[in-house]
């Protein structure tokens, strides 16, 4: 007698269907309402299972585990899709930002990252981690360096990093955790890289 967990009568009413790196898993499962009956009123011991039975089983268990592998594959996949390049980097102080939040040494702004988002900023082997709380640079700031400005890091960051408060360096960037807040620009120069569509 073939039974099923509730989460593989769940799987088989909806189906589902998973598409990542050109994989398209399908699992389904039927179940009877007549076997259904007849598990409940035979005891679990008293009938040896067929090998057809015991291979479906077998199956069923190596479909969920692919499921899991293919579900572990697509939230790596979707990480690593996050942007990361080259930047132009400015530093900037002020007392109050767009979030809310008072100015501080983790605070960035950025003219096309949502406020919250979380980024690694890379100098001369030197890595910070700072988090979006601010807009800027300005669409002229940012179009008057090559690369182009995408980040303003506070003077207490630009500090550590290169010695000086107010500088203008060139950084590797890449985005860990992209935020839920407000987005300044949703176009411009440096936006595909930015956003990883470059």
Do not use: C
Not at 69 to 94: H, N, Q, R, Y
Not at 115 to 144: C, H, M, R
């Amino acid at each position: 007698m073939i039974r099923f967990s509730t989460k593989a009568i769940a799987t088989a009413a909806a189906g589902v269907t998973l598409a990542g790196a050109g994989v398209t898993t399908a699992l389904a499962y039927g179940n009877t309402p007549e076997s259904a009956s007849s598990a409940q009123s035979a005891p679990a011991a008293s009938a040896p299972q067929a090998p057809e039975q015991t291979e479906k089983r077998v199956a069923t268990a190596n479909q969920d585990r692919l499921f899991v592998s293919i579900k572990k594959d697509l939230k790596k996949e979707k990480k690593a899709a996050l942007p990361g390049g080259v930047s132009t980097a400015t530093s900037f102080w002020d007392p109050s930002t767009a979030s809310g939040k008072p100015m501080s040494y983790q605070t960035l702004a950025s003219p096309y990252w949502p406020l919250g988002t979380k980024v690694k900023v890379t100098y001369n082997g030197k890595s910070e981690i700072g988090i979006v709380e601010d807009f800027g640079p300005a669409e002229w700031a940012v179009a008057q360096h090559n690369p182009p400005a995408l980040i303003d890091l506070s003077e207490k960051m630009m500090q550590h990093l290169t010695g000086t408060a107010s500088n203008s360096i060139t950084v590797k960037f890449q985005v860990l955790e992209l935020g839920k807040g407000g987005v300044y620009r949703h176009s411009g120069t440096g936006y595909a890289t930015a956003t990883g569509k470059a």
